[in-house]
């Protein structure tokens, strides 16, 4: 099954295998917001996904333990 691109481009796969990513809805119009939720939008977040989702859209992406 082929990798989905478009979503392996919005993840970082750290080195333990968590999956980290920005929140979404935070790329603009945030000239009105306050300050704390500008910032609140660059920060990342954590995803949990199964086992099988995680081989249907990021494919060999995961990590290997060696």
Do not use: C
């Not at 929140?23 to 995803?47: C, D, I, L, W």
């Amino acid at each position: 099954m082929k990798t989905n691109k478009s979503f392996t481009k919005r993840l970082k796969i750290t080195r333990n295998g968590k999956l980290i990513a920005r929140k979404p809805g935070q790329n603009h119009f945030n000239a009105k917001e306050s300050r704390r939720v500008q910032m609140a939008g660059n920060r990342t977040q954590q995803y949990s996904v199964t086992s099988k989702v995680s081989q249907r859209y990021i494919g060999t992406a995961s990590p290997s333990k060696n």
